[in-house]
């Protein structure tokens, strides 16, 4: 006779019993554990040997979840939980953080980048930018995810400056997030053309009536640039010259800590090569 | 809430890391029910630690006169320093009794997620060491995380036009570990720093 269709005095009733009543075959509600994948953003140190690992998710956005014992050296898995690393996650959902269970190595993006200086410090500016712009946790982004991977990617296979690398993600992350600067028209009025001056708290371009005091006024080239990163024209990209690499970097860091009002410190260390 | 001096004990070791308030409250009653003598010994040692310990103008590390320890003991050998991140690192290091030269405490790693950045460490100190030609070799001992491995390959780029011999700790499999245990980067490693056995 199966456990449900007995009839148990209440006091004796198993446990068992007490739960195939409850719940529907196949049903696993009791258990408060998720899978995911995400790209680790940063890691703090906690008590004695945790961590707090940041990750930004596909499905879940951006998690906060404690890595038990991941900083001795005999753990399974504290090397899956480095930054810049994407990973399959197991996570059970905690009262204040998550609590990491399992986690695999989907790729990582960490070792070909700690080799290379410049492109290490461009993709901590990536990862650092990623937090301050999603900013909520557990909002799904899936669009800044995979932007995210997207543009680690292509800064790990080296094929292109990491500073364009590293613009090319600012600028496009930020249009996500609904802050595409103006490139080929006045932010002000809208009038089409490409304008002389760039105005970071106007939004982009603006024309010369609109124009406000202390505007920038970037070389052509610089505006072309831009467009060519935000629209991930490579080719165009890649034939620039150094100094309208150096004038665009400074513009999207100038617009890029303007919205996001809190400054990105590691902007500060990037290295030109 | 307890009276006065209670309290303030409680809440001051309250302050210390790992210490929560129920530990706090379970320590700060320790203390109240040991010897007078017991508590004088520890108030002693922290007021010492504080006024003897400072740090060696040479290497970084902690020391309790100018020099440290080993900067000071002329049986090291003074032509290979090993960069550490922090003192702590340096006693796991003297530990395992297999190196004989001197040592540089950076006092940190490259993070420039946290802000910290080349010119918060000791590495003006380090190629200043490095610039008076008794150096041969240069071993770069920082943390195997990303950080580490960021500072060390920094290093690296700034220490190889002098000509120096610059080596990394190898990364691999843990002694008393099973393999299929390891993760994909650690075997990796553990692959690439593979050494031929001589018998």
């Known amino acids: 006779m199966s456990l449900v269709g007995r009839r148990w005095p209440r006091s004796r009733r198993p446990r068992a019993a007490r739960f195939a009543r409850e719940r529907a075959i196949g049903e696993n509600g009791h258990v408060s554990l998720y899978r995911d994948e995400g790209v680790v953003l940063r890691t703090q140190k906690l008590g004695e040997a945790d961590r707090i690992v940041t990750l930004l998710t596909r499905r879940t956005g951006l998690v906060r979840a404690v890595g038990k014992g991941v900083r001795r050296t005999k753990s399974r898995f504290g090397a899956r939980l480095e930054p810049f690393t994407h990973v399959d996650l197991q996570l059970h959902t905690g009262r204040t953080l998550d609590v990491i269970t399992q986690a695999d190595t989907l790729r ?11 492109r290490y410090t461009a993709g901590t500016a990536m990862l650092e930018t990623a937090e301050k712009i999603v900013i909520v946790e557990k909002d799904p982004a899936l669009r800044q995810f995979l932007l995210l991977v997207g543009g680690l990617r292509t800064l790990a296979e080296a094929a292109h400056d990491p500073r364009l690398v590293l613009d090319a993600y600012l600028l496009r992350s930020l249009a996500v997030a609904g802050y595409a600067p103006a490139l080929e028209e006045c932010a002000r009025c809208g009038s089409h053309g490409s304008h002389r001056s760039f105005a970071v708290h106007a939004g982009g371009t603006v024309c010369s009536v609109c124009r406000p005091a202390g505007s ?19 080719a165009q990209a890649d034939a620039s010259d150094g100094r309208h690499r150096t004038e665009c970097s400074g513009l999207v860091a100038a617009y890029l800590q303007w919205h996001l009002e809190n400054g990105i410190r590691s902007l500060r260390l990037v290295e030109r090569t | 809430m307890y009276e006065g001096a209670v309290q303030n004990l409680i809440d ?43 740090f060696c103008s040479v290497c970084g590390n902690v020391a309790e006169e100018e020099q440290c320890r ?13 960069v550490v991140e922090e003192s702590k690192d340096v006693v796991a290091i003297e530990r395992t009794r297999e190196f004989r030269g001197r040592y540089h405490v950076l006092g940190g790693a490259i993070s420039p997620i946290e802000g910290v950045g080349p010119d918060d460490l000791r590495i003006r100190e380090l190629m200043a060491r490095l610039s008076d030609g008794q150096i041969t070799e240069l071993i770069l001992a920082t943390d195997p995380n990303l950080e580490g491995e960021a500072t060390a390959t920094y290093l690296a780029r700034l220490v190889k036009p002098m000509g120096l011999k610059v080596t990394r700790l190898a990364s691999g499999l843990p002694v008393g570990g099973d393999l299929e245990y390891a993760d994909e980067v650690t075997l990796g490693r553990a692959f690439e720093g593979r050494r031929s056995l001589e018998l």
């Not at chain 1, 920038?216 to 629209?231: D, F, I, K, N, Y």
């Not at chain 2, 890391?17 to 922290?46: C, M, N, W, Y």
């Not at chain 2, 080993?70 to 090993?82: E, L, Q, S």
């Open chain 1, 108 to 118: 990582a993006y960490g070792e070909p980048l700690v080799a290379d200086y410049p």
């Open chain 1, 216 to 234: 920038a006024a970037p070389a052509p080239e610089t505006v072309h640039l831009m467009a060519a990163l935000l629209r991930g024209d490579w």
């Open chain 2, 12 to 54: 001051e070791l309250g302050r210390l890391p790992g210490v929560g308030p129920k530990s706090a409250q379970r320590i700060a009653f320790h203390l109240l029910a040991a010897e007078t003598a017991d508590v004088k010994r520890l108030v002693h040692a922290l007021v010492e630690v504080k006024e003897r310990v400072r």
């Open chain 2, 70 to 82: 080993i900067c000071r003991d002329p049986r090291r050998d003074a032509a290979v320093i090993c």
